[in-house]
């Protein structure tokens, strides 16, 4: 089965989300990698290879619209309302990896899409162990890093669901707060390593680090293990392909 992954941003994001995407693709077997974005394409001044890569614009999308959505004016952009909508923009898609932009993967996690049984789960994620954010009950998943089961979601019309309540409920941090509160009882909690980060809490050997709750963080004020985004961002593709190449080689 071809692995599939998502990272979606709005336009002062794209630069991040070609550090996390380099990141990925030189720590996985990963097939293809989607960009939802919200111009026509994606700036060709920032350069992404296009056989793995695939921009698409979500500008004109149809789930909610600016003014009714209840969850449109808010700290975040239309984009982590798309972040509901995967089994419409993916309809063929039986499985994909969502990750934040802020995220950068450090080691193999291909265990995601070939060991990780979510068969009888909505998603995968990790609690947010740390997090004192929790207004369904003791479990909050932190949707950073996070493997959707499309054809279950589709199954059950939990899809539906969530789009109807994020257009008519106000909640303070949209997708996730969706997700917890319809999602919880089809859960599965992810080994910490995979979303090393504040609300999750640290590891010694993380597999993805995710940069939430950090100011500044792009540009590595203060900010544990910096040294692996730096790492990825002077990474050239040629680099990246070549030991995604090397990756495959193996499988």
Partial sequence: MDKYAVYSGSRNLYPDMVTAAKSLIANSSVDKVYFLIEDPDFPRELEIPRDIIEPMDISKQKFFEEKTCKNWKTTYTFMSLMRVCYTKLFPDISKILQLDVDTVVVDNIDWLWDGLDISKKYFAANNEHEGKWKPYGPIYPNIGVAMFNLDLIRKDGLDEELIFFLNNTKVPYIDQDAWARFGMHKFQD??????????????????????????????????????????????????????????????
Wanted: aromatic residues 14%; hydrophobic residues 30%.
């Fill in 190 to 251: 992810l080994p910490r390593c995979y979303n090393e980060c504040y609300m999750v809490g640290f590891t010694p050997n993380p597999k993805i680090i995710h940069f939430a709750g950090i100011k500044n963080w792009q540009h590595g004020f203060k900010t544990p293990r910096v040294e692996y985004l730096q790492k990825y961002r002077d990474m050239t593709w040629d680099e990246v392909m070549d030991i995604h190449e090397s990756i495959n080689h193996k499988r």
